[in-house]
């Protein structure tokens, strides 16, 4: 499937006085799972329309397989999306709505019943679509997304909606069409599900990329090579302050130590008799290296709450 890579090149778009995109660049590569996240207002939802044809750039391109959206033959065999899991005719039921999108593909009724198999749907085929739970609609649009076996897949927040089962059939899913050499964008909110799937993120600010690297990059970049110490042991932070060290307190019993290698700060307890726990390198999440990527790109940013007595 070496057709399945999506490039986007500095796509620039305003909406009158409003920068959507300012200079949009990266690529979507087959055999990953390539998260695609920012705040609101980042730029994610116009590239992903602009790729697909239904919004059109000022400038820059964007391509499948080395061609745009509107010169593709039969696109949905090469490209399957699902932006809105709502974009459906709720008298229809799941499978008719499948095969009207099959028909102006050339695609066959098995083909419908394999991808409703596929996603989970096969025993409520026949019920209208209109009486799904999100979930269940998050579930078609996926089945929809699959009709044409293509070798690139966009989902917007897939994970929206879904249940405990349905938020691991989805991870091991999307690893699946990964694995099977297709190029996968998967935009979403949800940084602790990406974590678990993504290989590689792409993060958007201001409607350009502020970060473009795999996910183990982005962890370990964030982790800064902090430690962490787990003790209840008062005088811990002041000696491991007067070590040379910056100390932030995270919980009762647990620092985060800057500027020490874990067997120097084992040394300074240990020299000071002060027992502890644990002391490991720190393992940030993937929220963790989010939030300090995103920090100066968020344009709408709630006061703290206050706390009553």
């Not at 039969?74 to 028909?103: E, F, I, K, Y």
Request: contains cysteine; positive net charge; hydrophobic residues 45%.
């Amino acid at each position: 499937m070496s057709d399945a890579t999506i490039v986007v090149t500095d796509l620039r778009k305003r909406f009158g006085s409003t920068v959507a995109l300012d200079g949009m660049s990266f690529a979507v590569r087959p055999g990953q799972v390539t998260g695609f996240v920012g705040p609101n207002g980042a730029g994610k939802s116009t590239t992903m329309r602009v790729i697909l044809g239904l919004d059109s750039a000022d400038a820059g391109r964007a391509l499948i397989g080395g061609q745009p959206y509107r010169r593709l033959a039969r696109p949905l065999c090469h490209v399957g999306s699902l932006l809105d899991a709502g974009a459906l005719q709720p008298s229809r039921t799941a499978r008719n709505h499948l095969r009207w999108l099959a028909r102006s593909q050339g695609l066959s009724d098995r083909r419908v019943d394999a991808v409703l198999e596929q996603a989970g749907l096969a025993a409520v085929g026949r019920r209208r679509a209109g009486g799904f739970s999100l979930g269940m609609r998050q579930r078609l649009g996926i089945a929809a997304a699959l009709l044409g076996d293509p070798p690139t897949l966009m989902l917007n927040e897939p994970f929206n909606g879904m249940d405990p089962e349905g938020i691991i059939w989805i991870r091991g899913f999307l690893r699946s069409l990964a694995a099977q050499g297709r190029a996968v964008l998967v935009s979403s909110h949800l940084m602790s599900e990406l974590q678990d799937t993504a290989d590689h993120l792409v993060v958007a600010g201001h409607g350009r990329v502020i970060a473009d690297a795999s996910v183990a990059v982005l962890l370990a970049s964030a982790s800064g090579g902090r430690v962490t110490v787990r003790t209840t042991t008062p005088l811990a932070e002041l000696v491991l302050t007067g070590a040379g060290s910056t100390v932030t307190r995270t919980a009762p019993d647990t620092l985060t130590v800057a500027g020490l290698p874990a067997e120097v700060i084992i040394a300074v307890l240990n020299r000071h008799q002060l027992t502890f726990s644990e002391v490991a390198a720190h393992r940030a999440t993937l929220e963790d290296a989010y939030l300090e990527l995103t920090r100066d790109a968020v344009e709408f940013r709630a006061a703290a709450p206050e706390l009553t007595r």
